[in-house]
């Protein structure tokens, strides 16, 4: 079955970057779409970023566009979410997550079959 493994979190200043990484087995990564999500203490799981099956196409929520940027490596099967300019309000535990048999990543996360374990970040302010 398939497993994802995030790595990458940490604690950053305001201001900092991380990259998130997310390590995918137990099927071909290239038939799922891949997504990421956060969820900050006492709140619930948002969606963050998704890129499509191919790579070349992604959708990100408002609060993160020009600052987070995922990509995919279909060789390495594995997908990033690049972080810059973090705010404190970006601390949460961010999630990947994967959706066969679509080309294109979603919004919700009922569309997604698989999720990792998480990756705790945190921005000091």
């Known amino acids: 079955q398939v497993q994802l493994v995030e790595s990458g979190g940490g604690l950053v200043q305001a201001g900092g970057s991380l990259r998130l990484s997310c390590a995918f087995s137990?099927?071909?990564?290239?038939?799922?779409?891949m997504g990421w999500f956060r969820q900050a203490p006492g709140k619930e799981r948002e969606f963050v970023a998704a890129v499509t099956r191919g790579g070349g196409n992604t959708i990100y929520a408002e609060s993160v566009k020009g600052r987070f940027t995922i990509s995919r490596d279909n060789v390495k099967n594995t997908v990033y979410l690049q972080m810059i300019s973090l705010r404190s309000e970006d601390t949460a535990v961010y999630y990947c997550a994967a959706r066969r048999n679509y080309w294109n990543g979603a919004y919700s996360e009922d569309e997604y079959d698989v999720w990792g374990q998480g990756t705790q970040v945190t921005v000091s302010s």
């Open positions: 137990g099927r071909t990564f290239s038939s799922y779409a």
